[in-house]
Structures are given as structure tokens and as C-alpha cells.
């Protein structure tokens, strides 16, 4: 296992995050639209991409709102 920190623009980060919406958008139903405005990921500097055998396996990242308060996304 490998641990790769990054940010949101790195492709596999993205790749992991767009199977996350789709599997979102099936649990949320009809609520998705409500929660996916929440979960955009551009600009997003503090990201990490987990690799198991070099594939893409598992993400993280939290988004900082000011000094004292983050996110915790994208898991």
C-alpha cells in the first residue's frame, strides 16, 4: 500500500471521486442534487490518494474553511 499526498486535480483523486458521486447518487435518490453542491472538489490543496498494488484504491481529503475549521471529505 501506498499513500500519495496530492491535491484535487491530481487524476486518480478525480477518477476515485466521480465512482464515489455515482454510488452518492444512488444512495441519496432524489436528495442528491441537495447534497452534491456540497461535494464539489476543485480547489480542494490538501488530498490523498491511497494505492494498493499501483491502482487507485481509496481517497481522502479535507477542504479548510478558516483557521480553525475543516472538512473532512471525499472519504
Known sequence: ????????SNKDFQNLVKLLDADLAI???EHHGFYD???KIDMIKNCIVIYVDE?????????????????IKRM
Open 55 to 71: 491502482i487507485p484504491a481509496a481517497c481522502g481529503a479535507f477542504k479548510k474553511f478558516n483557521e480553525e475549521t475543516v472538512e
Open 27 to 29: 444512495r441519496n435518490g
Open 37 to 39: 453542491q456540497f461535494n
Open 1 to 8: 500500500m501506498t499513500i500519495k499526498r496530492t491535491d484535487s
